[in-house]
């Protein structure tokens, strides 16, 4: 009997070795089996984006995302889709961006009863392209993230991709 639960114990260690292991080794999550994206770039994403994306003013009004880099008090909120290609629990929020020069930004989650999620402050002290920042820990068993913000305080930020991901 003993054998049969070690085993058991062992096989199970190595099931969820991916999903403890893989965010270690690879903490922005470039080869995570499951995720939903969205690419930022353009003003309109495509049908078959995961996210709907807008833009909130330093005034607080909001508008359809236009495009381009965020600056000081500019929002960038992505709000999950449906569909099957983007269903799934999270654990991770990425976003892919570029920057000319120094800067600092806050990216965060909500859930879908909009119960604010995980938050966290990016710095950089100088420009950079196409560099990738992961905010972990976004999914539990209580809140799976139904959308993402990211607020520019210092700086400029433009992003060029958004993805929910898990292993």
Known sequence: MRYEAGGAFVVGLMVSACAVVGPLANPRMTDAPHAACVAIGQPAPAADQCFTLAEQLPDGTRRAWQGGALGPGQVLLAVHGGGEACAGTFTHL???????????????????HVRPGHAREIHWREGFAGRTFAL????????????????????????????????
């Open 94 to 112: 990425t976003v892919t961006a570029d920057s000319p020069g120094a800067g600092r930004a806050e990216l965060a989650t909500w859930d879908a």
């Open 136 to 167: 972990a820990d976004i999914g539990s068993a209580l809140m799976n993230p139904a959308g993402a913000r990211i607020t520019v305080r210092e700086g400029t930020l433009e992003p060029s991709q958004l993805c929910f991901k898990s292993y």
